[in-house]
C-alpha cells in the first residue's frame, strides 16, 4: 500500500464513504473506532476494521490533498514547461547527490570527482551532507542561484523537497507558486460575487450589450445593494471572472438564451442504424432550369440523413418549397430500397456482406443499390410549418415512427444535417455550372445565365453522387465510438451493424404510397360521385356499386368513405374499393375526354373557385369551371405570346405544379400511373433545357377547349317530337266508335262478329 492510500484519521480529517462526505470528529485508538460527523450534524461510530474493508472509503481530497494539489487533480511532471523541467531535474540532482552522493543517484554512473569528500556516504551522515549542500548553494551568486531557484534554500527545504520526491517523484521538487491553481477568481467577495449572478439573469433577458456596461450593471447591484463602501474589483478582474464562469460570449442573444433552458431527456446516444433520422430543407446552392419554360430557378432540397451511420438515406428536389405530402414521400423513400437506374454500373449495386444481392432484389422486385434502407424510429426536424401539422402526425402513425422536432433554438439538435449541408456544398455543388455561393456576396456575375442543368439531370447526379461518392467515402470525427481511430465510410458502418444489431428487411408495399396521402371522409353522390374541397371526382365504373350507398364504417366518420388526395396533383383521387382492398384513381369531372389536362395542385384549385367566386358566377358542374382553370393556368392570346406577358413568378409556378404533378406520377404504384399519360419524352441529342416545352402544355389547353366544345356538342341530343294539337284524335275519327278489343269482347269472341 502507498503512502497516497493510507487513511488520516485525525480530528477534522475528510472521509468519503459511498459517495457521502463524512468529517473525524473524535478518534478512540483505545477502543479500535472513530466518530464520524455529516454536515447535517448526523453522527456514526465505525471502527477501524470497518474502514479498512470497505470497497468504497476514500479519503477526501478537501482534506488530504496538501498544497496546491488541494481540491484539483494530482500534479505531474508534463504540467511543467521545459524550463521549469530542467529547473526541477536540478533540484533533484541536489537531492540525489545528498542522498547517495551522485547526482545520477546510481553509484555505477559516477560523474566527474564523485562522490565528493562532503557528500561521500561512507564517510559523512545525512545531516552533515544537508548542511553542506546548504553552504555550496548559499556560496553561489544570489542572481544565478534566484534565475536556477535555488536561493534561499535551507536546511529544512532540503527535508521538505526531499519527502515530495519521494512521495511524487520528479514533480515534488517543482515549486508550487509553478503550478498554481487555474479558474476561479479568489478576490471575489460574497457581494461582488452575488452581483455577478445578478447581472447574469438580467442580461441573459435583454438584448445582447457589451461588458462595459456590464461592469457598471455589477456597480449599481453592489452600491444599492450593499453600499458605496463595499469593494469592487476593476473592469479588467470582471471580464476575466466572467469569461472564466460563462464563457467568452460570442453566441447570439437567442442561442445564448437557449442554451441556459432545461433539457427534459438529456443526452442521446445513438446506437444503431435507423434510431435518430435528421430530416431538414434548404435552398439547393445551384440554378437549374425547369422543364417547362426553361427558366432558371433555385430549387429546395430536403435531406434524410441517418445520424448513426450518416448515410444519405434519401432526399428529394422540389420547386419553389416544400409540402407536407414532400415530407412523407422522403420518409417513405427511407423505408424503401433505391432501384438500381439504367446507367449505373455493377459498382453501385447493394455491396453490404452478409445479404446477397440478389435475396434483396427478390424481394424488392428490382435491383436495388447500395444505399441502406430501414424504418426509423425517431425524425428530428425543425419547427418548419411542413413538419408540425395533422397530416404528418397521421403519417407518423402510418410509419411507425416518431417525428420529434429539435428544440427551440437548438440547432445543435440536428447539426449532423445540417453540417451535411455543408460537406456537400463543398463536395459537389461547387463544382457545378450555375452554382450561387452561400450569401449573395459571394454570388458570381451572372449565375442565372450559367444554368444549364435541368431538374432531372441534377435529380439523377445527386443521386448517383450519394450512391457512388458519399456512401464509400472515408469518415472524418464522425467515425464510431467503438474505433476512433479506425478508417469507416457509411457504407462500412451500416454493414458493421449487421453483426451487432442485425438487419430487419421490411420492404412496405406500393399501396403504403396512398396511406400517406391527406385523407377524405365524404358520402358518394348518386350522380355526381364525391366532393373533395370543392371539386368533383366520378368513374361510372369503379363507384357503380357504391353510389348513394352508406359506408360500413363507424365512429366519427360513421357512414362516410374514404377518399385520399395528393395535394400537388388535383387532376385525381383514389378510392379504396371496400372488397378486393385495391386502389382505383377517380378523375375530375371537369377533366375533358379529348387532350390533356394541365396538371395543377392545391394552390390552383384555390384560386380557381376564388376566382369564379368573385366573378359572381354560379356554375351547376366542374365542366364550367374548366374555361376560368384554362384562364388562370394559361392566356387565351396567341402560344408564342404567352412568355412574354407572363411573369417570372408566374412561370415559376405553372412550372412547380407540373413538377409537382411529375413528382405524384413518380410516387405512385405502377398500377395506378398509367392513369396519367407519361411526359413527353426528351429529343434524342438534347443537352441541355434550352427546348421549352411550353408550347406543348400550350397546345394542351387549346386541345382541352376544343375537346370541352366537342364534348358540348356531342351531349346535344335530337330535338324532340312536339305533341299533337288539342282535338287532332276528335277529328281523325268518330268519338262514338268503339275500340276492335271492346266489341270482341261484348259479342263473344270473334265467331259472334257480323
Given at each position: 500500500?502507498?503512502?497516497?492510500?493510507?487513511?488520516?484519521?485525525?480530528?477534522?480529517?475528510?472521509?468519503?464513504?459511498?459517495?457521502?462526505?463524512?468529517?473525524?470528529?473524535?478518534?478512540?485508538?483505545?477502543?479500535?473506532?472513530?466518530?464520524?460527523?455529516?454536515?447535517?450534524?448526523?453522527?456514526?461510530?465505525?471502527?477501524?476494521?470497518?474502514?479498512?474493508?470497505?470497497?468504497?472509503?476514500?479519503?477526501?481530497?478537501?482534506?488530504?490533498?496538501?498544497?496546491?494539489?488541494?481540491?484539483?487533480?494530482?500534479?505531474?511532471?508534463?504540467?511543467?514547461?521545459?524550463?521549469?523541467?530542467?529547473?526541477?531535474?536540478?533540484?533533484?540532482?541536489?537531492?540525489?547527490?545528498?542522498?547517495?552522493?551522485?547526482?545520477?543517484?546510481?553509484?555505477?554512473?559516477?560523474?566527474?570527482?564523485?562522490?565528493?569528500?562532503?557528500?561521500?556516504?561512507?564517510?559523512?551522515?545525512?545531516?552533515?551532507?544537508?548542511?553542506?549542500?546548504?553552504?555550496?548553494?548559499?556560496?553561489?551568486?544570489?542572481?544565478?542561484?534566484?534565475?536556477?531557484?535555488?536561493?534561499?534554500?535551507?536546511?529544512?527545504?532540503?527535508?521538505?523537497?526531499?519527502?515530495?520526491?519521494?512521495?511524487?517523484?520528479?514533480?515534488?521538487?517543482?515549486?508550487?507558486?509553478?503550478?498554481?491553481?487555474?479558474?476561479?477568481?479568489?478576490?471575489?467577495?460574497?457581494?461582488?460575487?452575488?452581483?455577478?449572478?445578478?447581472?447574469?439573469?438580467?442580461?441573459?433577458?435583454?438584448?445582447?450589450?457589451?461588458?462595459?456596461?456590464?461592469?457598471?450593471?455589477?456597480?449599481?447591484?453592489?452600491?444599492?445593494?450593499?453600499?458605496?463602501?463595499?469593494?469592487?474589483?476593476?473592469?479588467?478582474?470582471?471580464?476575466?471572472?466572467?469569461?472564466?464562469?460563462?464563457?467568452?460570449?460570442?453566441?447570439?442573444?437567442?442561442?445564448?438564451?437557449?442554451?441556459?433552458?432545461?433539457?427534459?431527456?438529456?443526452?442521446?446516444?445513438?446506437?444503431?442504424?435507423?434510431?435518430?433520422?435528421?430530416?431538414?430543407?434548404?435552398?439547393?446552392?445551384?440554378?437549374?432550369?425547369?422543364?417547362?419554360?426553361?427558366?432558371?430557378?433555385?430549387?429546395?432540397?430536403?435531406?434524410?440523413?441517418?445520424?448513426?451511420?450518416?448515410?444519405?438515406?434519401?432526399?428529394?428536389?422540389?420547386?419553389?418549397?416544400?409540402?407536407?405530402?414532400?415530407?412523407?414521400?422522403?420518409?417513405?423513400?427511407?423505408?424503401?430500397?433505391?432501384?438500381?437506374?439504367?446507367?449505373?454500373?455493377?459498382?453501385?449495386?447493394?455491396?453490404?456482406?452478409?445479404?446477397?444481392?440478389?435475396?434483396?432484389?427478390?424481394?424488392?422486385?428490382?435491383?436495388?443499390?447500395?444505399?441502406?434502407?430501414?424504418?426509423?424510429?425517431?425524425?428530428?426536424?425543425?419547427?418548419?410549418?411542413?413538419?408540425r401539422n395533422h397530416h404528418l402526425v397521421e403519417v407518423e402513425r402510418v410509419l411507425g415512427c416518431q417525428v420529434l422536432?429539435?428544440?427551440?433554438?437548438?440547432?445543435?439538435?440536428?447539426?449532423?444535417?445540417?453540417?451535411?449541408?455543408?460537406?456537400?456544398?463543398?463536395?459537389?455543388?461547387?463544382?457545378?455550372?450555375?452554382?450561387?455561393?452561400?450569401?449573395?456576396?459571394?454570388?458570381?456575375?451572372?449565375?442565372?445565365?450559367?444554368?444549364?442543368?435541368?431538374?432531372?439531370?441534377?435529380?439523377?447526379?445527386?443521386?448517383?453522387?450519394?450512391?457512388?461518392?458519399?456512401?464509400?467515402?472515408?469518415?472524418?470525427?464522425?467515425?464510431?465510438?467503438?474505433?476512433?481511430?479506425?478508417?469507416?465510410?457509411?457504407?462500412?458502418?451500416?454493414?458493421?451493424?449487421?453483426?451487432?444489431?442485425?438487419?430487419?428487411?421490411?420492404?412496405?408495399?406500393?399501396?403504403?404510397?396512398?396511406?400517406?396521402?391527406?385523407?377524405?371522409?365524404?358520402?358518394?353522390?348518386?350522380?355526381?360521385?364525391?366532393?373533395?374541397?370543392?371539386?368533383?371526382?366520378?368513374?361510372?365504373?369503379?363507384?357503380?356499386?357504391?353510389?348513394?350507398?352508406?359506408?360500413?364504417?363507424?365512429?366519427?366518420?360513421?357512414?362516410?368513405?374514404?377518399?385520399?388526395?395528393?395535394?400537388?396533383?388535383?387532376?385525381?383521387?383514389?378510392?379504396?374499393?371496400?372488397?378486393?382492398?385495391?386502389?382505383?384513381?377517380?378523375?375530375?369531372t371537369g377533366m375533358p375526354r379529348a387532350g390533356q389536362m394541365p396538371a395543377f395542385g392545391d394552390a390552383r384549385a384555390?384560386?380557381?373557385?376564388?376566382?369564379?367566386?368573385?366573378?359572381?358566377?354560379?356554375?351547376?358542374?366542374?365542366?364550367?369551371?374548366?374555361?376560368?382553370?384554362?384562364?388562370?393556368?394559361?392566356?387565351?392570346?396567341?402560344?408564342?405570346?404567352?412568355?412574354?406577358?407572363?411573369?417570372?413568378?408566374?412561370?415559376?409556378?405553372?412550372?412547380?405544379?407540373?413538377?409537382?404533378?411529375?413528382?405524384?406520377?413518380?410516387?405512385?404504384?405502377?398500377?395506378?400511373?398509367?392513369?396519367?399519360?407519361?411526359?413527353?419524352?426528351?429529343?434524342?441529342?438534347?443537352?441541355?433545357?434550352?427546348?421549352?416545352?411550353?408550347?406543348?402544355?400550350?397546345?394542351?389547353?387549346?386541345?382541352?377547349?376544343?375537346?370541352?366544345?366537342?364534348?358540348?356538342?356531342?351531349?346535344?341530343?335530337?330535338?324532340?317530337?312536339?305533341?299533337?294539337?288539342?282535338?287532332?284524335?276528335?277529328?281523325?275519327?268518330?268519338?262514338?266508335?268503339?275500340?276492335?278489343?271492346?266489341?270482341?269482347?261484348?259479342?263473344?269472341?270473334?265467331?259472334?262478329?257480323?
Amino acid at each position: 500500500m502507498t503512502a497516497a492510500a493510507v487513511l488520516d484519521l485525525s480530528p477534522g480529517a475528510g472521509l468519503v464513504l459511498d459517495g457521502t462526505e463524512w468529517t473525524v470528529e473524535r478518534r478512540e485508538p483505545h477502543l479500535g473506532r472513530v466518530q464520524l460527523v455529516k454536515d447535517d450534524g448526523t453522527r456514526e461510530r465505525v471502527t477501524f476494521r470497518f474502514l479498512a474493508n470497505h470497497p468504497q472509503c476514500r479519503p477526501s481530497s478537501r482534506t488530504s490533498a496538501a498544497g496546491a494539489d488541494r481540491g484539483r487533480q494530482r500534479k505531474a511532471s508534463e504540467d511543467l514547461n521545459a524550463g521549469r523541467l530542467e529547473l526541477t531535474g536540478l533540484r533533484m540532482a541536489h537531492l540525489l547527490e545528498v542522498a547517495t552522493g551522485f547526482r545520477s543517484g546510481d553509484p555505477f554512473h559516477p560523474g566527474p570527482g564523485e562522490p565528493k569528500p562532503e557528500y561521500d556516504p561512507r564517510r559523512t551522515t545525512l545531516t552533515e551532507r544537508r548542511h553542506a549542500k546548504v553552504a555550496e548553494l548559499a556560496a553561489l551568486d544570489p542572481q544565478h542561484a534566484r534565475l536556477l531557484g535555488l536561493g534561499s534554500v535551507g536546511y529544512r527545504t532540503l527535508i521538505r523537497w526531499e519527502n515530495a520526491r519521494r512521495r511524487f517523484g520528479l514533480v515534488g521538487c517543482a515549486d508550487d507558486r509553478w503550478l498554481r491553481r487555474s479558474g476561479g477568481t479568489r478576490t471575489v467577495s460574497e457581494p461582488v460575487r452575488e452581483a455577478v449572478w445578478a447581472v447574469r439573469e438580467e442580461t441573459q433577458r435583454m438584448a445582447k450589450v457589451s461588458m462595459r456596461t456590464k461592469d457598471r450593471m455589477i456597480r449599481q447591484y453592489v452600491r444599492e445593494e450593499f453600499g458605496p463602501e463595499t469593494k469592487v474589483p476593476s473592469y479588467d478582474t470582471l471580464r476575466r471572472l466572467w469569461q472564466e464562469w460563462f464563457g467568452p460570449g460570442g453566441a447570439r442573444q437567442r442561442y445564448a438564451r437557449s442554451a441556459d433552458l432545461p433539457e427534459s431527456q438529456g443526452h442521446v446516444l445513438v446506437h444503431r442504424p435507423g434510431q435518430v433520422v435528421a430530416l431538414d430543407t434548404t435552398v439547393l446552392p445551384v440554378m437549374v432550369r425547369e422543364h417547362v419554360f426553361g427558366d432558371p430557378v433555385k430549387m429546395h432540397l430536403t435531406l434524410a440523413l441517418d445520424v448513426c451511420t450518416h448515410s444519405l438515406v434519401a432526399f428529394r428536389l422540389t420547386l419553389v418549397s416544400d409540402t407536407s405530402v414532400d415530407v412523407a414521400m422522403v420518409l417513405r423513400d427511407v423505408t424503401m430500397p433505391l432501384p438500381m437506374r439504367a446507367d449505373w454500373g455493377e459498382d453501385l449495386e447493394w455491396p453490404y456482406p452478409g445479404l446477397p444481392a440478389a435475396v434483396v432484389a427478390e424481394f424488392a422486385g428490382h435491383a436495388v443499390a447500395g444505399l441502406p434502407f430501414f424504418t426509423p424510429e425517431t425524425v428530428t426536424t425543425d419547427h418548419g410549418s411542413v413538419y408540425r401539422n395533422h397530416h404528418l402526425v397521421e403519417v407518423e402513425r402510418v410509419l411507425g415512427c416518431q417525428v420529434l422536432p429539435a428544440r427551440v433554438l437548438r440547432p445543435t439538435d440536428k447539426a449532423a444535417v445540417e453540417r451535411a449541408f455543408g460537406v456537400i456544398r463543398q463536395l459537389l455543388f461547387e463544382h457545378l455550372v450555375g452554382f450561387t455561393g452561400v450569401d449573395v456576396a459571394d454570388r458570381g456575375a451572372d449565375p442565372a445565365a450559367d444554368a444549364v442543368l435541368t431538374a432531372d439531370q441534377l435529380e439523377h447526379l445527386i443521386a448517383t453522387w450519394i450512391v457512388g461518392v458519399w456512401q464509400k467515402r472515408e469518415l472524418g470525427e464522425y467515425a464510431p465510438a467503438w474505433d476512433p481511430d479506425g478508417s469507416h465510410s457509411p457504407n462500412s458502418l451500416f454493414a458493421a451493424s449487421f453483426a451487432q444489431t442485425g438487419f430487419a428487411m421490411d420492404i412496405p408495399s406500393p399501396e403504403l404510397f396512398y396511406e400517406l396521402l391527406p385523407a377524405h371522409y365524404v358520402r358518394i353522390d348518386k350522380r355526381r360521385g364525391v366532393k373533395i374541397r370543392g371539386l368533383w371526382y366520378d368513374d361510372p365504373d369503379v363507384l357503380r356499386d357504391y353510389r348513394g350507398e352508406l359506408s360500413t364504417r363507424g365512429g366519427k366518420h360513421k357512414g362516410k368513405w374514404l377518399i385520399r388526395r395528393d395535394p400537388r396533383d388535383r387532376r385525381q383521387v383514389f378510392f379504396q374499393d371496400p372488397l378486393s382492398h385495391a386502389w382505383h384513381p377517380l378523375p375530375w369531372t371537369g377533366m375533358p375526354r379529348a387532350g390533356q389536362m394541365p396538371a395543377f395542385g392545391d394552390a390552383r384549385a384555390s384560386a380557381l373557385l376564388a376566382k369564379a367566386a368573385a366573378a359572381g358566377l354560379k356554375p351547376k358542374s366542374d365542366t364550367e369551371l374548366l374555361p376560368v382553370l384554362l384562364e388562370l393556368i394559361g392566356s387565351n392570346i396567341p402560344v408564342s405570346k404567352w412568355p412574354t406577358q407572363m411573369k417570372k413568378s408566374q412561370r415559376t409556378e405553372h412550372a412547380r405544379e407540373t413538377h409537382q404533378a411529375r413528382a405524384a406520377q413518380a410516387d405512385r404504384p405502377p398500377s395506378t400511373a398509367a392513369a396519367a399519360p407519361p411526359p413527353a419524352p426528351t429529343p434524342a441529342g438534347e443537352e441541355t433545357a434550352t427546348v421549352l416545352s411550353w408550347p406543348g402544355r400550350a397546345r394542351q389547353m387549346q386541345d382541352a377547349v376544343a375537346g370541352e366544345r366537342r364534348q358540348r356538342r356531342e351531349d346535344v341530343r335530337p330535338a324532340p317530337v312536339p305533341p299533337p294539337e288539342l282535338g287532332h284524335s276528335f277529328r281523325a275519327r268518330s268519338v262514338f266508335v268503339l275500340p276492335e278489343d271492346d266489341l270482341e269482347e261484348d259479342r263473344g269472341g270473334p265467331d259472334n262478329a257480323g
